[in-house]
């Protein structure tokens, strides 16, 4: 895919509590690109949000929650991330594909290749530039979560979650120069340093918009 070269998308994954919605905001800020994240951010994807992730719903089986993942990714991708990529913005992702293989593939113990395969169709083959793993111990994750009202997969029990750890740190060893992983547990702001540090290593930054 080379429709848009002068974009680049950014993932940044990792388990609930581990401060990677806070740190992909604060990069998106810096580099001056667009915010998403997934479930949810689309029309679409927010009634698929509350169907996967409300407690409340009957739970979908783990084939059928794989399938919501891969509508909401598919329109997630052609109406938010192919277009702005497409016009050259950077765009940063608060979950992206990784998650699907790490909560569905690791976590709920579906076959790999397989999976794989809705994960790519689902994405049109779009990957990202680089995936930010924030890693965290899974004590650490829960204790940040202890306050919060917990949705449904964050609600599962701590093996489930250690599981999906090890599929992060898996696909983290695995992806070579287009995964990088930081330490959760840094305050806030030097690991906001560390990141746009690793992003200006690995893909460089954007240029200022023209006045």
Do not use: C, N
Not at 45 to 74: F, I, K, Q, T, Y
Not at 90 to 116: H, I, K
Not at 126 to 139: A, H, I, R
Not at 183 to 188: E, H, I, K, N, R
């Amino acid at each position: 895919m080379t429709a848009y070269v002068r974009g680049r998308l950014i993932a940044l994954e990792g388990l609930d509590g581990s401060g990677k919605t806070t740190q992909a905001r604060l990069l998106a800020d810096s580099l001056g690109a667009v915010l998403t994240f997934e479930p949810g951010a689309t029309e679409l994807g927010r009634s698929l949000r509350h169907l996967l992730l409300d407690p409340g719903r009957p739970a979908p089986v783990p084939r059928a929650e794989v399938l919501l993942m891969a509508a909401d990714r598919a329109q997630h991708v052609d109406e938010v991330l192919l277009p702005a990529l497409q016009s050259g913005r950077w765009v940063v992702t608060d979950r992206f594909s990784g998650s699907t293989l790490a909560y569905q593939g690791w976590g709920r113990g579906l076959a790999t290749d397989p999976l794989r395969q809705v994960v790519g169709w689902a994405a049109a083959g779009l990957e990202p530039d680089l995936t930010v793993l924030v890693d965290v111990p899974l004590e650490v994750s829960r204790h940040r979560l202890e306050l919060a009202a917990r949705d449904r997969l964050e609600g599962l029990d701590a093996d489930f979650h250690e599981r999906v750890r090890h599929g992060f740190v898996a696909m983290a060893r695995a992806g070579g120069p287009h995964w990088v992983v930081v330490d959760g547990t840094l305050p806030v702001e030097t690991l906001a340093v560390e990141i746009e540090a690793l992003v200006r290593t690995r893909l460089g930054w954007p240029a200022p918009p023209a006045p």
